[in-house]
């Protein structure tokens, strides 16, 4: 059993930053492949970042490419999301997730845990 709690959530203004982190416990963190999602009020959750279990490997949606960066840190078992030139349209629940799987993808049945949310919003 994994347990995952996100944090850094908040409203800023359009082209501002925030960092959100993912903390887990229970079963070793760096067995899994980690994932970023976000949903939307009327939209389906997708797919904003990926990465290995090493850190190795990352992965982004063309719609954050460039101006959000993934990376984990095994030792603390958290995972990061830094997002930078925030958008309105980033404004979602965020979302971490963990996967069995060797590298992380875009599909949320690939995930077994999943956090509880962490709300942004960005003002225009």
């Known amino acids: 059993q994994v347990q995952l709690v996100e944090s850094g959530g908040g409203l800023v203004q359009a082209g501002g930053s925030l960092r959100l982190s993912c903390a887990s416990s229970g079963r070793t963190f760096s067995y899994y492949a980690m994932g970023w999602f976000r949903q939307a009020p009327g939209k389906e959750r997708e797919f904003v970042a990926g990465?290995?279990?090493?850190?190795?490997?990352?992965y982004y949606s063309d719609s954050v490419k460039g101006r959000f960066r993934i990376s984990r840190d095994n030792a603390k078992n958290t995972m990061y999301l830094q997002m930078n030139s925030l958008k309105p349209e980033d404004t979602a629940v965020y979302y971490c997730?963990?996967?069995?799987?060797?590298?992380?993808?875009?599909?949320?049945?690939?995930?077994?845990?999943w956090g509880q949310g962490t709300q942004v919003t960005v003002s225009s």
């Open positions: 997730a963990a996967s069995h799987e060797l590298l992380p993808t875009d599909q949320t049945s690939n995930y077994e845990y």
């Open positions: 990465i290995s279990r090493s850190g190795g490997g990352t």
